[in-house]
């Protein structure tokens, strides 16, 4: 089991720093509030850069430069993946960033998905430290892939409601808050 605490994200008996979404913790996710959603869930799928890094366990399946995933709630392929062309609003796995370099796929709203409860809830690559994303959870690739390495399809991922999170505020020493959020 990987849980989220206060202080990073317990796997396996060690902790691992971990960046949330720029609207906190939420119980009532919903698409483009921002926030990471509470709950139980599964890790249900892996995908990686097969251009950037070897294949992180025998499960996970490459990006390819056509590869999408769905963000639309108007869409019926809300919070799917999908492949290019596609003119309803997405997301790009192959990003030209290391974001998606390993993408954990989680069980949030799919994949039977209710429109507009949120898409896309992924574990991937942080931006830097202390900046959040739109819903996402995100380590440092290290950390991301001695994950990856060592998870197994349907571990369950704890998001429970914590009143404090001291990781997604800015410690760097700056005093200043990050100016925006990564899409993902």
Same mark, same amino acid.
């Given at each position: 089991?990987?849980?989220?605490?206060?202080?990073?994200?317990?796997?396996?008996?060690?902790?691992?720093?971990?960046?949330?979404?720029?609207?906190?913790?939420?119980?009532?996710?919903?698409?483009?509030?921002?926030?990471?959603?509470?709950?139980?869930?599964?890790?249900?799928?892996? $995908?990686?850069?097969?251009? =950037? @890094?070897?294949? +992180?366990?025998?499960?996970?399946?490459?990006? &390819?430069?056509? %590869? *999408?995933?769905?963000?639309?709630?108007?869409?019926?392929?809300?919070?799917?993946?999908?492949?290019?062309?596609?003119?309803?609003?997405?997301?790009?796995?192959?990003?030209?960033?290391?974001?998606?370099?390993?993408?954990?796929?989680?069980?949030?709203?799919?994949?039977?998905?209710?429109?507009?409860?949120?898409?896309?809830?992924? $574990?991937?690559?942080?931006? =830097? @430290?202390?900046? +959040?994303?739109?819903?996402?959870?995100?380590? &440092?690739?290290? %950390? *991301?892939?001695?994950?990856?390495?060592?998870?197994?399809?349907?571990?369950?991922?704890?998001?429970?409601?914590?009143?404090?999170?001291?990781?997604?505020?800015?410690?760097?020493?700056?005093?200043?808050?990050?100016?925006?959020?990564?899409?993902?």
């Amino acid at each position: 089991m990987i849980r989220l605490t206060a202080t990073g994200l317990l796997f396996h008996g060690r902790r691992h720093p971990v960046q949330i979404g720029r609207g906190g913790l939420s119980a009532t996710k919903r698409e483009g509030d921002g926030a990471t959603p509470v709950g139980r869930l599964r890790i249900v799928g892996m $995908l990686y850069r097969a251009d =950037r @890094l070897p294949r +992180p366990a025998k499960w996970a399946r490459p990006i &390819g430069p056509q %590869d *999408l995933w769905c963000d639309d709630p108007g869409h019926p392929a809300y919070n799917q993946p999908v492949r290019a062309p596609f003119k309803a609003s997405h997301e790009r796995m192959a990003r030209r960033d290391p974001l998606y370099d390993i993408v954990l796929i989680t069980d949030w709203n799919y994949p039977k998905a209710t429109p507009g409860k949120g898409s896309a809830i992924f $574990l991937h690559q942080r931006r =830097r @430290l202390c900046y +959040p994303t739109a819903g996402c959870l995100a380590l &440092g690739r290290a %950390d *991301l892939l001695k994950l990856a390495r060592r998870l197994k399809p349907g571990t369950e991922l704890l998001i429970p409601p914590l009143a404090c999170f001291h990781l997604a505020k800015n410690t760097s020493g700056s005093g200043a808050a990050p100016r925006s959020a990564d899409k993902a």
